[in-house]
């Protein structure tokens, strides 16, 4: 059984068909990119497995229970979290009332609670010397670690990031990166949306190509990587 499977998407904006039966799985213990230029889709596509957004034909699965309907509380609740794009962090709270929140859908001692958090900044150390620092305060970067660490406090089995290397400088890519494969090695699955291909690729199992709200292409990712269509439209070869 697959951790997510897509079956036949259709969403729509008004009269704009922004995703066209789309379908896609992430099985456990991969990491799945789905790449595309800007407008092509990619946000609908998180935001409608998210709940936030209804698709009007097609099922979403969630280790084979239909969530297509689910609301999007109870989505995070059964074990989807998603960092949106933009980070979103709580700017006005502190880096650490942050990291609180995001484990607040769930159940577990305080105790638990608290090794939880522990491990938060064992991933993140910088966030450790940040504690108090209000979250808006961050450095882009930084509120992107804190936007994933809060994700990772839900303790999710499926991790839904939606370009989280935007805006960032090489080195603080490398590092979002680099933590990405760490919560995949430690048990995560991952389904990753970037635009920046040639990360994205490198570190993927399988990936999907999306234009134009239909997936053009899709397989492992470095078979995607060595095509020449995708290497001209997304790796600037
Ligand atoms: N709320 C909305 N109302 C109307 N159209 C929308 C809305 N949100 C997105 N769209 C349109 O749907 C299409 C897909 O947008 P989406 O945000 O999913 O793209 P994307 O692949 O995430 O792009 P980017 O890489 O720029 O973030 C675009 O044409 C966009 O203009
Ligand atoms: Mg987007």
Do not use: C, W
Request: glycine share 10%; no cysteine; charged share 25%.
């Amino acid at each position: 059984m697959s951790v997510l499977e897509i079956n036949g998407l259709n969403v729509y904006y008004g009269n704009i068909h922004a995703i066209k039966d789309v379908s896609l799985k992430v099985e456990e213990g991969e990491i799945v990119s789905l790449i595309g230029a800007n407008g092509a889709g990619k946000t609908t596509t998180l935001q409608t497995i998210s709940g936030i957004i209804r698709p009007k034909t097609g099922t979403i699965l969630f280790n084979g229970k239909d969530i297509t309907k689910e609301r999007a509380h109870n989505i995070v609740k059964m074990g989807i979290a998603q960092v949106p794009e933009g980070r979103r962090v709580f700017s006005q709270l502190s880096v650490s009332d942050n990291v609180r929140l995001g484990a607040f859908t769930v159940k577990d001692t305080a105790e638990g609670l608290k090794a939880n958090r522990k491990r938060f900044y064992d991933i993140f150390p910088r966030m450790r010397e940040r504690k108090q620092q209000l979250a808006g305060t961050l450095s882009g970067g930084e509120q992107q670690m804190l936007a994933m660490g809060r994700a990772v406090m839900s303790r999710p089995k499926l991790l839904i990031l939606d370009e989280p290397s935007m805006g960032l400088s090489p080195l603080f890519v490398k590092e979002i990166f680099k933590t990405i494969v760490e919560l995949n090695k430690k048990g995560t699955t991952i389904l990753l949306v970037e635009q920046n291909a040639r990360m994205a690729l490198s570190i993927a199992d399988r990936a999907y190509v999306i234009e134009t709200g239909r997936i053009g292409m899709e397989g492992p990712a470095k078979e995607l990587a060595e095509n020449e269509d995708v290497k001209k439209a997304y790796l600037g070869a």
